[in-house]
């Protein structure tokens, strides 16, 4: 099985424009989220997928730093569904694990968690996620986890979703129409009032504390 992870970033975010290259621990954070991501043990292949915009040179850098290739995406910058079911056709994805490029605390162990509960589901009609936070109550902070599509899921949705809001954010039709499953966040840091994610630059700042006191290939339950 062909199991993709598609990392996604750009440098033309509203709120902290330039995010995913603002360095932390002297790398840009984009270059975090790969490395935790490599780590996974279920992963076959990642991509890195941005949309074709100025700027994107210190992006594709970063990713061949780790030996990632970037795959730029000609349509609408906000069109996710249809970035990531072109990213699933170029890798011939079995399994996508979407995970988000402010995500610089993504847990390996619990991408590989939902990647396993996706596989043995062995289902098409389903999203499978532990990205959010306390998705049907399973306890999870947010940041910490992934997405997991099939391929053809995400080419069903890219054929059947027109509307700008739900190309842009995939799992909400999902939410809207009871298709999301998930697990049970670990009990030693299942804290559900918490994220780490970064969308402003408080939360960057509040991530480079973290950086500064977590050991080095940290885990989740090493941040509460």
């Known amino acids: 099985m062909n199991i993709v992870a598609i990392v996604q970033a750009r440098m033309g ?20 989220v790969l490395n935790r991501v490599k780590q996974s043990k279920r992963i076959t292949r990642m991509v ?27 349509g609408e910058s906000g069109d996710l569904i249809g970035r990531y079911a072109y990213a699933a056709w170029m890798t011939e994805a079995d399994l996508i694990v979407r995970v988000p490029g402010d995500n610089p605390c993504v847990d390996p162990d619990e991408i590989d968690r939902i990647i ?10 389903y999203l499978f996620s532990n990205l959010d936070r306390n998705i049907h109550n399973n306890g999870y902070p947010g940041g910490l986890g992934a997405e997991v599509y099939t391929r053809t899921l995400m080419e069903r949705l890219d054929k059947k979703v027109k509307y700008p809001l739900l190309r842009e954010h995939p799992h909400l039709w999902a939410f809207a129409n009871d298709k999301v499953l998930t697990c049970k966040c670990p009990a030693e840091f299942a804290y559900p009032h918490m994220r780490f994610d970064v969308n ?9 504390s973290i950086y500064v006191t977590a050991p080095t290939n940290f885990r989740s339950k090493d941040l509460v």
């Open 13 to 32: 975010s509203t709120r902290l424009p330039g995010k995913s290259a603002r360095l932390l621990a002297g790398k840009p954070m984009l270059w975090h």
């Open 48 to 74: 890195l997928t941005i949309p074709a915009e100025e700027g994107n040179a210190v992006l594709i850098n970063t990713a061949a730093d780790l030996g990632v290739i970037a795959l730029q995406w000609e």
């Open 116 to 125: 396993s509960m996706a596989i043995d589901a062995s289902s098409n009609e």
């Open 200 to 208: 402003t630059l408080e939360d960057f700042q509040r991530i480079e």
